[in-house]
Structure formats: C-alpha cells, structure tokens
C-alpha cells in the first residue's frame, strides 16, 4: 500500500477507525507527507516492511 497507492495517489489519508472518535495517523499530497500520530504511523509502517 505505501510503495502502490501513495505514490500515484493526488491525496491520501490513513485512518485509525477501531475507535471513536476516529484517528487520523496521517495524510500528504504528492511528495508531502503530514503525520498526525507518529507512533501509531511508524507502528503501521514497521508492521507493512517487517522492520
């Protein structure tokens, strides 16, 4: 998902929705990356690569 859809995408936004209200982990534009929860973000990135 991060190596397919974010490069080509011209917005994007993950959401953490297992709660309410909703968290947003982050959100960017092309070549713009904006993180909102990093933990959360680098938690979901390391679990995607296996890092």
């Known amino acids: 998902m991060f190596n397919l ?3 080509i995408a011209d917005y994007w936004m993950f959401i953490d929705n297992s709660k309410s209200p909703f968290d947003i982990l982050a959100e960017g534009q092309k070549g713009v990356e ?3 929860n990093e933990l ?3 938690n979901l990135k ?3 690569y296996g890092n």
């Open 5 to 7: 859809y974010i490069p």
């Open 34 to 36: 904006n993180i909102k």
């Open 40 to 42: 959360n973000w680098t």
């Open 46 to 48: 390391k679990g995607y």
